[in-house]
């Protein structure tokens, strides 16, 4: 059986309404603050998802489409599972190692270029090392590290895959 481009885009759209919803859901109804990271990750998995949405709509027939479409989403995941990775570090490491808390990413977003900001997050900060939620003896970090990393292996799989070949007639 092969999936078609566009209900493997579907999936991809979907992968990331269901990822935002309960993100959303731990931040407004759990009372889960986001740290920087966390909204880091979520930025790459929308990036994702508003490709795959494009992907979807325009179902393109040309192979070369296809495949900037699976690389850009591709792009956008990367960037959640590289952000997770970084701050599931920031969680094991020892507390005398974990780097002080800094002021809140709206704070500065409004007072800094965002060449500084995107450095001062990712290097985190004591807030992002806190583990407020576990599930199963695993924090949220890990969970949502594990959740891109299955998305990125589907956005990979829809890069590198065989697209049949479709051939015109010429009149």
Not at 25 to 49: N, S, T
Not at 107 to 131: H, M, N, R
Request: contains cysteine; charged residues 10%; proline residues 6%.
């Amino acid at each position: 059986m092969q999936w078609s481009y566009r209900f493997v885009s579907g999936l991809l759209v979907l992968a990331s309404i269901v990822g935002m919803t309960f993100a959303l859901y731990l931040e407004h109804f759990k009372g889960l603050e986001p740290c920087p990271l966390c909204i880091f990750q979520r930025v790459g998995l929308m990036a994702m998802g508003i490709v795959a949405l494009i992907a979807f709509l325009h179902n393109p027939v040309s192979n070369a489409f296809k495949r900037v479409y699976a690389f850009l989403a591709t792009l956008g995941i990367l960037w959640s599972v590289g952000v997770a990775i970084r701050h599931v570090w920031l969680q094991t490491l020892p507390p005398d190692q974990v780097p002080s808390c800094g002021p809140g990413l709206n704070y500065l977003l409004d007072a800094l270029p965002l060449k500084t900001v995107l450095q001062q997050v990712l290097q985190g900060s004591g807030e992002c090392a806190a583990i407020h939620w576990t599930f199963l003896g695993q924090s949220l970090p890990v969970w949502s590290l594990a959740y891109f990393s299955l998305i990125l292996l589907v956005c990979v799989w829809q890069l590198l895959r065989r697209y049949p070949v479709i051939v015109t007639k010429k009149k």
